[in-house]
């Protein structure tokens, strides 16, 4: 691409070309019009700056996608979006193309050596207005490092309080675990986003996570809420896939969002070139579906009692 930005427009099919006499042709044909009608509706800014930490300590399920490709669809709407991976294997920073190799300045260094959150701060080629605070594999020892510091539970939060960048969302990809990083997301954040996967032991571990949250409320954060669920890797062939969703609907209720991913090859093939799914094919099942649900994110809001609008 030349270095510069590979937004998503550029890649978008004319609609003329498109032979619909074909079921593939057909079907084609309503991706590029579901696309360009989504593009003509903006998404609202949000009238204070929204940090939304992304967990869920089983993995699989969708986390580092879910952040990613929300992340591109909000961006791709002019709204500024700073991405921070805080999980030591990167691959959010992969996913949007920013270098992570060890030596690179990164988020590591934010949280062991005090250094601004600014200064380790990258524009994303994904879209004019997406930056990301990489990781690289010194994360991997910051949970041991951390112990030792004092007020180590606050590092994150100090850092994203004292950014001179303005941005409207920060989302922050946690590790698969509940350990020092995660808890430093929950402190720095005012909302927190689980995604679960439409399959068996999709709940599993979930307790855990929410028990902690209520501890990090109850002496740590008593702004944090749980403000949206999101289903991921919905499979409309089985019939597990929709007991699932009815299960998790009937327990949280109006936090989960009413768009559900769909399993889809280019979500998953599209990390691997460095590109979020927006990117590498902007008319997928995947696509198409991270964009309404960012919108769904958007539109709907967050209130401090919890509500969600």
Do not use: W
């Not at 590092?155 to 303005?166: G, P, Y």
């Amino acid at each position: 691409m030349g270095g510069g930005y590979r937004g998503y427009d550029s890649v978008i099919p004319p609609l003329d070309p498109l032979d619909r006499s074909t079921p593939i042709g057909a079907a084609a044909a309503a991706a590029v019009e579901a696309l360009a009608t989504e593009r003509r509706q903006p998404f609202p800014r949000p009238t204070r700056r929204r940090i939304i930490s992304v967990a869920n300590q089983k993995g699989g399920v969708g986390k580092t996608t879910t952040t990613v490709n929300l992340a591109a669809a909000l961006a791709s709407h002019g709204i500024r979006v700073l991405v921070i991976d805080l999980d030591p294997q990167g691959n959010a920073s992969t996913a949007l193309g920013i270098d992570h190799h060890s030596g690179v300045p990164s988020i590591y260094e934010v949280l062991l050596g005090d250094r601004p959150l600014d200064e380790v701060i990258v524009a994303s080629a994904e879209a004019p207005a997406l930056f990301c605070a990489p990781a690289t594999i010194d994360l991997a020892g910051a949970e041991i490092e951390l112990v030792s510091l004092v007020a180590r539970e606050n590092r994150l939060h100090r850092a994203i309080q004292s950014m001179q960048r303005e941005v409207d969302y920060v989302l922050i990809d946690c590790p698969p675990s509940l350990g020092l990083l995660t808890v430093n997301a929950l402190v720095a954040a005012r909302e927190l986003l689980i995604p679960i996967q439409c399959e068996y032991y999709a709940l599993e571990g979930l307790g855990m996570l929410l028990r902690n949250v209520e501890l990090v409320q109850a002496h740590l954060n008593q702004d944090l809420r749980l403000s949206t669920i999101l289903l991921t890797m919905y499979d409309s062939r089985t019939r597990l896939a929709d007991q699932v969703v009815h299960e998790v609907k009937e327990h949280f209720g109006d936090r989960v969002l009413g768009t559900t991913i769909p399993r889809n090859v280019r979500l998953a093939e599209a990390p691997s070139y460095g590109q979020s799914a927006l990117t590498y094919d902007p008319t997928s099942r995947g696509s198409l579906s991270y964009l309404a649900a960012a919108r769904e994110l958007a539109e709907r809001g967050f209130e401090p009692n919890g509500a969600v609008r």
